[in-house]
């Protein structure tokens, strides 16, 4: 009798597997068929399926080399996959994402000195109240969807960056959510949700457009004003100050939305390491690294060769899309200790949560913060919190996150 293993059904199973597929990701364990494609085809070829052809990257190291090499692996055509990938990327060549140097470092320095740990750190305070009341209005409701509880987090945190006026955050959150609101495809492909989230987004690129033309007459200390100024300076286009704009609103929603929620059932799945951390919260800055890497709520970048390149053991001809699964580099038992486990204290941790090389994540400070005082704050208020239905995947290729996340929390 012929034996049936693990791999050989793991391997059965991925024949006609389309990683581009965002159901895969709801509806299946992806983690279980990313652990085979590290042990045993670390630079797998995906045929045209849903999407174009791509290759696909999943062992650390491969995915470090080609974050790091952007001389042969280029973003200036996209960064993701998507439908986008079929009919071109409005953002190719000119949004930061979308560039290689010395474009993409002109881009980054009009921004950069926003996003110091310094220029981050006046916000602390305020980010604080935020998720403080929200937290206590959960508690005091007893059932939450913490998907929701989280929303006005990074909204409100890149809002004051930006320089919104306060009057305006909610007005923005209601934008923001109508407009980029979901990275679940179920949403995306229906045709009302597509029609009111194109009308959002209209709506907030006239909004930029307003507090843009506002600060070249009144300039402050704030990114719109950067891009003010940049324009006037010529470095950047009308449509590129408010693509740069719309990034920036974009970049760090949904990403830190869904950190917020995974470092919460990274918690809620190991009791240990929170009873650890509300014990010690000198442990919140490793805390926060492992909810980055666990969780990873950016499940991947897409780069394009420039030239022919051997990587893993393959050779990849020039103009290939390669695919970086940091949430498969962040699993790879290579670099990470038993790494399904949730330990708050990992060190060292060298996670690629945000990315590496020249596009390491430009919000990478206030993202931490964020998480950090979510964290915080979470600890000094919720003693348990029970999950009340089984939390649905989005169906995305983008970011791993939840539709949502129902709980009934108990103060601490
Ligand atoms: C937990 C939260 C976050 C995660 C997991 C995350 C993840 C990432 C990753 C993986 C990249 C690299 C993209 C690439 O290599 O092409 C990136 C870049 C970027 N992130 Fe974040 N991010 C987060 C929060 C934020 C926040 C709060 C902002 C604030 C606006 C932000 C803005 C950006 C921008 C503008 C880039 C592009 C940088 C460049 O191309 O030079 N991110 N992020």
């Known amino acids: 009798m012929t034996m049936t293993t693990t791999p050989d059904l793991v391997r059965s199973a991925l024949l006609g597997t389309d990683l581009a597929d965002p159901q895969l990701f709801a509806d299946t364990d992806y983690h279980r068929t990313f652990r085979y494609l590290r042990e045993h085809d670390p630079v797998h070829w995906n045929p045209e399926g849903v999407e174009p052809a791509f290759w696909s990257v999943t062992r650390y190291d491969d995915c470090l080399a080609v974050l790091k090499n952007t001389k042969d692996f280029s973003s200036a055509v996209t960064n993701t996959l998507g439908q986008q990938r079929w009919h071109g990327d409005e953002g190719a060549g000119r949004m930061l994402t979308h560039t290689d140097a010395p474009r993409h470092t002109e881009l980054r320095r009009i921004v950069n000195k926003s996003f110091t740990p310094r220029a981050v750190a006046s916000l602390e305070p305020y980010l604080r109240s935020v998720i403080g009341d929200a937290l206590d209005r959960a508690l005091a409701a007893g059932e939450c969807d913490l998907v929701e509880v989280v929303a006005l987090l990074p909204v409100a945190s890149i809002a004051a960056l930006l320089g919104v006026p306060q009057e305006d955050w909610e007005p923005l959150l209601t934008l923001t959510t109508a407009a980029f609101g979901s990275a679940d495809q179920d949403v995306q492909t229906s045709p009302s949700a597509r029609a ?142 038993d790494p399904d486990r949730f330990d708050v204290t990992r060190s060292p ?48 290729t983008v970011i791993s996150g939840f539709k949502n996340l129902r709980l009934r929390l108990t103060p601490a």
Not at 219 to 236: F, N, Q
Not at 350 to 372: D, K, N, V
């Open 349 to 396: 941790n060298p996670h690629l949560g945000l990315g590496a090389g020249s596009h390491y994540c430009l919000g990478a400070s206030l993202a931490t913060m964020e998480l950090r005082v979510f964290l915080d704050e979470l600890c000094d208020r919720v003693g348990a919190a029970e999950m009340l239905r089984p939390p649905a995947h989005l169906a995305s």
């Open 196 to 337: 009111s989230a194109a009308q959002a987004h209209a709506q907030l690129l006239l909004y930029c457009q307003d507090l843009m033309d506002q600060r070249a007459e009144d300039p402050r200390d704030d990114i719109v004003t950067s891009l003010a100024e940049a324009r006037r300076a010529g470095v950047l286009t009308e449509e590129d100050a408010m693509l740069f704009f719309d990034l920036l609103l974009l970049g760090g929603n949904e990403t830190t939305r869904h950190g917020a929620v995974g470092a919460l059932l990274g918690l809620m799945e190991f009791p240990d390491q929170w009873r650890l951390l509300r014990a010690d919260r000198s442990l919140l800055t490793p805390a926060v690294g492992e909810v980055l890497r666990w969780a990873s709520p950016s499940k991947h970048v897409l780069r394009r060769t420039v030239h022919d390149v051997e990587l893993g053991g393959q050779r990849i001809e020039a103009g290939a899309d390669v695919v970086v699964w940091h949430f498969s580099a962040n699993r790879d038992r290579r670099v990470f200790t």
